[in-house]
């Protein structure tokens, strides 16, 4: 089955706290994603990465980091969390570049930060 | 600027209607068009994909791409209520991991 699992789905934070968010995937994708998403802007991508330990800023990497020790898994930190960081956050995975790049979404993870 | 832009923002279409989504890519190295639909609240799943010129047809979706314009259009004929949603363009260039999205087009379609 292919599937990507996220997790916290709904997460509220105060603003300062570190925040974890986790994402896991079945398929062995070598390539996954982190984007956010908010009313108007769309999906903006925060981070890539190509396999374990090797990940590469994306158009919003401020105040983001990433970690990826496993290859089906892949983690987005939030160190001291800020308002403006509330949003919805979705990983995604895929098996490669060019026309193998079709992305496959977790159902996204909600985060409030208070 | 946003790379990948699509229009219109919003789109209301009549129960067994036609709805046409554009989206065009202003960076010159783009190669991969696709297609994605997000119900509210719900995940994006990719709809559609085109790499070639030409049209692509499945079912009531048909999408057609202009790889000199770099422009690309999604056509939902006998458009159903359940097709109301945000859809969402991306592009990648050959030898890219990155994937841009577009701001997305909401299409509501009224009973």
């Known amino acids: 089955d292919m599937k990507v699992t996220q997790m916290p789905r709904y997460l509220i934070k105060r603003m300062g706290e570190n925040v974890l968010l986790e994402c896991g995937q079945d398929?062995?994708?070598?390539?996954m994603y982190w984007y956010r998403q908010d009313p108007g802007l769309g999906l903006q991508l925060i981070y890539i990465s190509y396999d374990v330990d090797s990940n590469s800023e994306g158009d919003i990497p401020k105040g983001y980091r990433v970690s990826r020790k496993k290859r089906e898994h892949f983690s987005l930190i939030l160190d001291s969390a800020k308002t403006n960081q509330t949003s919805v956050y979705f990983c995604a995975s895929s098996s490669g570049t060019g026309a193998g790049n079709t992305l496959y979404f977790g159902e996204g993870s909600r985060l409030i930060v208070v | 600027q946003q790379k990948v832009q699509q229009s219109p923002e919003s789109l209301i279409v009549p129960e067994g209607g036609m709805a046409s989504l554009n989206c065009t890519s202003s960076?010159?190295?783009?190669?991969y068009f696709w297609w994605y639909r997000q119900h509210s609240g719900k995940s994006p799943k990719m709809l559609m994909s085109i790499f070639s010129n030409g049209e692509k047809e499945e079912g009531r979706f048909t999408v057609h791409l202009n790889k000199a314009s770099l422009h690309t259009s999604l056509h939902i004929r006998d458009s159903q209520p359940s097709d109301s949603a945000l859809y969402l363009c991306?592009?990648?260039?050959?030898?890219?991991?990155?994937?841009?999205f577009g701001k997305g087009t909401h299409l509501h379609v009224l009973p």
């Open positions: 960076d010159r190295n783009v190669d």
């Open positions: 398929m062995s994708h070598e390539t």
């Open positions: 991306a592009a990648s260039d050959t030898n890219a991991y990155k994937v841009i």
